[in-house]
């Protein structure tokens, strides 16, 4: 059985599910500019040190450039992004966690979008970054994990 081309019917939901439960991972694919493709790859890095690669790999099978707004295409299987989303690769790293989980409780059947689901998905985010606080050696990676979990903090208040 190969991955459905669309999740959109309850079939392919139903599909799609199945494979992930028995472990399947997508390879990952990065479409855009050199640039882009350069921060995604570097964001990637993050998720690989803080362990959560494997998680966006069994949810997104696809980062694609874009000129307009970042969004999850949840049919598609894919993050759209555009150049400031992956900007900053740490902040890049915890948003595709944060599409990741989106697209996980999308595929679960559960509600994904609105408030309740947006605060279970920032809270995933948030986890992200600590996670990667707490495995990286690089010092600037530390303090910028840090600089972002505080203004998550702030902004929950």
Known sequence: ???PEKV???KELEAAKALIDQGYRHELIVEGKSDFTKKVREALGHLKTAGYFEYLQSYIRKIVE???M???RETEVSIWANKYAVDNPVDAASLFVQKAFTMEEYMQGKLYYGGTAEKRSIA???EFLQMLKDKSDDKEIKEECERL???WKDSSL
Do not use: A
């Open 149 to 151: 979990l505080k203004l």
């Open 70 to 72: 970042t969004q999850l």
């Open 1 to 3: 059985m190969s991955f």
């Open 66 to 68: 874009i000129d307009g």
């Open 8 to 10: 959109y019917t309850s």
């Open 124 to 126: 995933r985010r948030v």
